[in-house]
């Protein structure tokens, strides 16, 4: 069983609707993978349910060793590793405690597309408290947007407007995310 715990952290690319079996048989290997889910409500014709879905549709994140990537690369349900010419590209450590505090906390949690440009803000009040993401103005209300960038994806969560500050309220601060070319390995 691989030792994971001073290893950084990989996004792992999976087929469609394999997060859960890939997660599981990383697990079985002894490997630590974490797929940060999001509750949502569907129809059906007589009802509504429930269901629990991936955050990142085909993707979840473990923590792996570099030198040995093949037992990941052939474990039932997984394409690859995220990375950039080739090589498995980490993502930092405080991204994914940020996405494990973002999803623990189910606040109103759900997906939301990378949003390219917009204004920082730092949570100031609750139990995040001290994250940074964007603002985004959904429906006259206020999202803080946590964004993982390796992915260009983001996860949005609903707070009161009072409960963010900008990070630069002198400048009103924009910034943009560069575009990454992006290899499954």
Known sequence: MPDTIDHPW?????????????????QHKGYEPFLP???????????????????????????????????????????????????P??????????????VASRRGVTPWPFLHIG?????????????EGMLVDVRGGQRVVVSIRLLQRAVAVELHADAVSPVNPLGGVHWAAQSVRREVM
């Not at 879905?53 to 394409?79: K, Q």
């Not at 590209?89 to 973002?102: G, K, M, N, T």
């Open 89 to 102: 590209v980490p993502i930092d450590d405080e991204e994914i405690a940020a996405l494990q505090r973002v």
């Open 119 to 131: 204004e920082r803000v730092r949570v100031d009040a609750g139990t995040l408290a001290g994250l």
């Open 10 to 26: 990989f996004a792992i690319r999976t087929r469609p609707r394999c997060e859960r079996m890939a997660a599981e048989q990383l």
């Open 37 to 87: 889910t999001y509750v949502e409500r569907r129809r059906w014709s007589d009802r509504f349910k429930d269901v629990e879905c991936p955050m990142f549709a085909d993707y979840l994140f473990c923590r792996i060793d570099r030198e040995r990537t093949t037992r990941i690369v052939t474990t039932p349900g997984v394409l690859g590793i995220v990375g950039m010419a080739r090589q």
